[in-house]
Nanobody, 126 residues
């Protein structure tokens, strides 16, 4: 089993920055992929970035829309995955989720990820 817990959401003004944290535990700590997704009501869950969490993992994968503003990173000693977000826009307002899959394959398709956290809300507004 895999457990995920997000933290770090909140309200921020346009142009601001936030860092989300995802605490992972269970089988994922030995390898696999963790991704960040977001969803607004009435829309499909959108993949933002994924990273392989096993040893010697390769480069992260980003959605084109956020690759210049968002950075995914990991701390394998603490079993944490982070999403640093800069230059936030009102359209970044959403519920943000971290998700995990046990096979070490990057991807941004939410259907590929079996395990999900509860989500953390980000609101970008003046």
């Amino acid at each position: 089993q895999v457990q995920l817990a997000e933290s770090g959401g909140g309200s921020v003004q346009p142009g601001g920055s936030l860092t989300l944290s995802c605490k992972t535990s269970g089988s994922i700590v030995s390898g696999g992929a963790v991704g960040w997704f977001r969803q607004v009501p009435g829309k499909e869950r959108e993949g933002l970035a994924t990273i392989l969490v096993g040893p010697g993992a390769g480069r992260p994968l980003y959605a084109q829309d956020v690759k210049e503003r968002f950075t995914i990173s990991k701390d394998t000693t603490e079993n944490m995955v982070y999403l640093q977000m800069h230059s936030l826009k009102p359209e970044d307002t959403a519920m943000y989720y971290c998700a995990a899959r046990l096979d070490p394959t990057r991807g941004l398709n939410a259907a590929m990820f079996k395990y999900w956290g509860q989500g953390t809300q980000i609101t970008v507004a003046s």
